[in-house]
């Protein structure tokens, strides 16, 4: 991309959320296939998401967010912590398989703390069933 189109692209004003999710899994270097396997999703599903046909939920928007790395509400809005522009010199392969395990561990965290706030919800209601017995 030249550098005109590279300013433009994640401009909140003319792109869709389908337009930043594209955006931001392509800067990340991942191909559809692989967001939508570490999202745990099918490929249509994640098409679907960047054609602007469907929306995520919130739990896979915030996993999405950890994996590419950017902000929950620039993926909804435009505004906020987008992609970041590479300098001059690239990341080392080192380097970017250490962000690549974290934004894999920020993304099993994530939805980890979704499980977790329904299994509370679900102890709470039998608690509550319990005591009323």
């Known amino acids: 991309m030249n550098a005109e189109i590279t300013e ?9 959320f389908g337009d930043r999710v594209a955006g931001a899994r392509e800067h ?27 929306e995520p939920r919130a739990n896979k928007l915030s996993m999405m967010a950890g994996l590419l790395n950017v ?13 970041i522009a590479r300098g001059a ?12 395990e974290i934004r894999d561990i920020r993304a099993q965290l994530s939805l980890s703390v979704g499980r977790l ?4 919800k679900n102890l709470r209601k039998k608690l509550k069933e319990e005591a009323v017995d």
């Open 8 to 16: 433009t692209w994640f401009d909140p004003d003319a792109t869709t």
């Open 28 to 54: 990340a270097g991942m191909s559809q296939s692989d967001l939508a396997q570490r999202l745990g999703v099918k490929l249509k599903t994640l098409k679907a998401w960047e054609d602007d046909q469907s």
């Open 71 to 83: 902000s929950f509400r620039w993926l909804i809005t435009g505004e906020g912590e987008g992609p």
């Open 89 to 100: 010199g690239e990341l080392s392969q080192d380097v970017a398989g250490i962000l690549t």
């Open 117 to 120: 706030g329904l299994l509370e």
